[in-house]
Nanobody
Framework: QVQLVESGGGLVQAGGSLRLSCAAS????????MGWFRQAPGKEREFVAT????????NYADSVKGRFTISRDNTKNTMYLQMNSLKPEDTAVYYC??????????????WGQGTQVTVSS
């Protein structure tokens, strides 16, 4: 089992940057593929990015491709999401998840509590 805690959210102007972190407890972090999802008010939770347990393979939603970068440091049990060129439509609660590589929520077994990202225009 793994517990996940996100941090790094906040309020930023359009065009700005934020880096989210997802800290995992326990010694099993490196056994899991990881993902970032987000949920805006009134909308379903949607896929943002995913990374394999080795960190060598990544994939992104089309809406964030070229602006966001997912990475991980298995020595620190931490995953990151670097978000650049932020847009108001990126405003959402961002969740990290541990499970199997991919864009489907159903493949992830563990979720964090979320961190709010608000982008002002």
């Amino acid at each position: 089992q793994v517990q996940l805690v996100e941090s790094g959210g906040g309020l930023v102007q359009a065009g700005g940057s934020l880096r989210l972190s997802c800290a995992a407890s326990g010694r099993t972090f490196s056994r899991y593929d990881m993902g970032w999802f987000r949920q805006a008010p009134g909308k379903e939770r949607e896929f943002v990015a995913t990374i394999t347990r080795s960190g060598l393979i990544t994939n992104y939603a089309d809406s964030v491709k070229g602006r966001f970068t997912i990475s991980r440091d298995n020595t620190k049990n931490t995953m990151y999401l670097q978000m650049n060129s932020l847009k108001p439509e990126d405003t959402a609660v961002y969740y990290c998840a541990a499970g199997s590589y991919g864009s489907r929520r159903e493949t992830y077994d563990y979720w964090g509590q979320g961190t709010q990202v608000t982008v002002s225009s």
